[in-house]
C-alpha cells in the first residue's frame, strides 16, 4: 500500500455518507475555541462541553492514527508528502493544546471552587464525570492531609472546614461580580444598580460578569 | 502574644509564592500553634463557665460580665484566626506540590526531604490521581506545555557529528554542516546540547 | 492545580487566534490538500487563488509554495485613511479587523516580498495608528467607574493591553462603593482590604455561633463606636470612586466630554 492508496481510503471514509456531520465537523474547531476562550474568561465554571471535545478526540484519534501510517516509510525526497503531514501535524498540535487549556483551566476552577461546586446540584452538573472523580478525590486527599497534620488535634468544634461563621465564609465562590470584557452580537441592554443600560450590537463594554452572565450563557453576547 | 506565631506562617507562605522551591515545612510552628488553639479553648471554657454561673446568680449583668463576654469573644476570635493561618499555609504548599505533579518533572531528593511525611505521602497519592485523569483522555497530553504551538517544524543544520537519529519522520544521518526539516520536539535536546543549530 | 487562570491572554494566545482567521494564498505549485480534524485542507492549483487559515498559509509559504495575497486592509493608502479617521474623530477608533495588529506583525516577518507596498511604509503607518490608538485608549481609561465602560472599535490584542489595568481598576471601585451603599455593611471593605495584603486576609471580624446571644449583642454595642468612626473614614473616600462625574470635576466637565475618546456613558 502506498501513499496515495492510503490518501484515497481516508478520503473515501471521509466523504462516506455522513455529509451532515462532516460539515458540523468544519465548524467544531471554531467552537472549541470560542468555548476555551469563554472557559478561560468568566469567574464561573461554565457546563463541560462534553458531546464537542468527544467529537473532536475522535477527529484527534484519526489524525494521529493517520501520520502513524505515513510517517514511517517516508523517504527523504517526498517533500510533497511530508508537506502534508507537517500541515497535519501542525493543526493537530494546535486541536491538543487548545483541548489541554481548557481541560485545565476548568481543572483550576474546580480545585479553587470544591467545596462550593459539591453544595449545589446546579454547579455539580456542569462536571464531566472525570471531573467529578478529581474533585472528590482531591478533596479527600487534602482533608487527609490538613487532618493528619493538624486538624485532627484541634478542639472539635474547630474542625470544619466549610464554616459561615458572621462575616467571612471559608468556602470560596467564583467572583460575579468580576467585570468582564464582551462584545454585542444584537442590540440589547442589562440592569446594573438598577440603572438600565443600552448595549448595541458590535458594542464592546466591560461590565460585571453578573449583569450580562444570562446572555453570556445564550450567546447574546461573547466574552473576550 | 497569641497569633504571632501564625503570623509568622503566614509571612512564610507569602515568601514561599515566590519560590521556585517549596521550603522547609515548619513542624514546630505548626505544632505551637496547634498548642496555642488547644490552650485558648481550655480558657474560653472556662470563661463560658464563669459566664453561665454568673448568669444564674443575677439577672442584672455587671460591668465585670461585659469584659469576661469580651475575653470570651476575643479568645474565640483567636482561635479561629490561628486554624485559618495553618489551613491557608497547608493549601498554599498543597498547591505549590500540585504544581510539581502537574509539571512533570521528577521529584529530586533535596525537594521531597522539604516535604513534610504526610505531605510526601499526599504528593504521591496526587500524582496518581492525576495519571488516572490524564489517562482518561488518552489523545491529548494534558500535562503538555500550555503555551500555544509555534514553529512546529525547524529548519537545522548540524554543527557536529551526531550519528543518526530515529523519529516518526524516518531516520536522519546527522553529519556535520548538513541541514534538515524536523519536528522541533524531536531535536530540542539536540539543540540544547549543542549539535544543532536552528536557522 | 496552582492558581486560578489569570482571566486575561497571553500575547502568543492573540497570536495563536489571528493564525486561525482566514487569508488568500497564490499557490504556486498543484497539489493535493488533505483531511484535517476542522475544514479539509482544499486540493491547490497553481495560479488559482484558495482561501486557507493563515497557519496554513505561513507553512506554506515558507515552503515557497505560495505567495500570500496581502489584504487590501494592509496597505498604505488604507491605513493612512484610518489614521486620519483617528485623528478627526477623537471620541471613537476606527474600524480594523479584530486581528490587525499580529496579522500585520506576521505577514511583514515571513511574507514581507508578497507586499506591493514598501514595507518600511507600511510599518511606519501601522506604528502611527497604533500608538494614536494606544493614547486613546489610556485617556479613556480616566473615565473608569465601578458601572460599565464602552470601548467599540479596539481589536482583540488592543483590549488585552489594558484588560488587566481596567478590570482590577474597576473591581476595586465597585467593591469601595458597594461599601458605602451597605449602610454599614463592612463586606465590601473586608473585601477590598483582603486584596491589599496578608494581614487584611486576616483581620476578620466574624462572630461565630460559639456565643450566647446575649454575649454577641453586649459585644456588639459595645464596639459600635469604633466602627461608625471607620465607616465614617473608608465612606469619604468610597463617595469619590462611585461618582466620577463630581470628583473628577476639576479635570473633566461637560465640554471635557470631546476629550474622551473612549465612549462613556453612564445614566
Known sequence: ?224 | MYGDQATKLILESKRAQSLDKIPLYQHDQVRSIVREIRDLQREADVLAENNLSQLDDSAIPYASDKVKQCQLFVTHLCMRRDKRCLLAYQRQRANQIDGLVWSNVEVDRESMENLSQHEQEYLSRYNELVSEFKGAMSEVDLGGSLEPPSDVFIDVRVLKDAGEIQTEYGVFNLTKDSQFFVRQADVERLIQQGYLMRL | MTELPPYHFTTSEINFLAEQESITILPRYTFNGTRLIGPRLPNLKALHRQQVPVWIALILKKQDRCNVVIPDWLSVSFLKQRYDEEVNQPNNFSELPWHWLPIAKMLLEKCSDDFIDATHEVRSTLQDLREIRQLKARKGIKELNEVYLQLDGLSLMEINEIRPFIIESMNQLRILSQSVKGNGQFTGIEEAAEKEDVSGLLDESEVGDYTRDSTRDSIARDTATTDSVARDSIRGSGVRSRKPDTSYGDTRDENDDEDSDVEYKKS
Open chain 1, 1 to 224: 500500500m502506498n501513499f496515495n492508496d492510503i490518501l484515497k481510503d481516508f478520503e473515501t471514509e471521509a466523504k462516506g455518507p455522513k455529509l451532515e456531520s462532516d460539515k458540523h465537523r468544519a465548524d467544531d474547531i471554531q467552537r472549541l475555541t470560542d468555548t476555551w476562550i469563554k472557559e478561560k474568561s468568566v469567574p464561573e465554571l461554565l457546563p463541560y462541553a462534553g458531546e464537542l471535545l468527544d467529537r473532536l478526540l475522535v477527529g484527534v484519534r484519526k489524525q494521529i492514527e493517520f501520520i502513524e501510517m505515513n510517517s514511517i516509510e517516508l523517504q527523504q525526497d517526498e517533500r510533497e508528502i511530508k508537506l502534508l503531514l507537517v500541515i497535519v501535524e501542525n493543526e493537530l498540535d494546535r486541536v491538543q493544546f487548545l483541548i489541554r487549556s481548557y481541560v485545565r483551566v476548568r481543572l483550576s476552577k474546580i480545585d479553587k471552587f470544591a467545596i462550593y461546586l459539591r453544595s449545589e446540584d446546579e454547579e455539580l452538573s456542569k462536571l464531566s464525570s472525570n471531573e467529578t472523580v478529581y474533585m472528590e478525590k482531591h478533596l479527600e486527599l487534602l482533608m487527609d492531609l490538613y487532618n493528619s497534620q493538624f486538624l485532627a488535634s484541634m478542639p472539635e468544634g474547630l474542625q470544619a472546614l466549610d464554616e459561615v461563621a458572621a462575616g467571612i465564609s471559608m468556602v470560596e465562590k467564583p467572583e460575579y461580580e468580576r467585570p468582564v470584557f464582551v462584545k454585542c452580537k444584537r442590540d440589547n441592554h442589562v440592569l446594573i444598580d438598577d440603572d438600565e443600560i443600552e448595549l448595541t450590537r458590535n458594542g464592546i463594554y466591560v461590565m460585571r460578569y453578573s449583569a450580562i452572565r444570562d446572555l453570556v450563557s445564550n450567546g447574546e453576547v461573547m466574552v473576550l
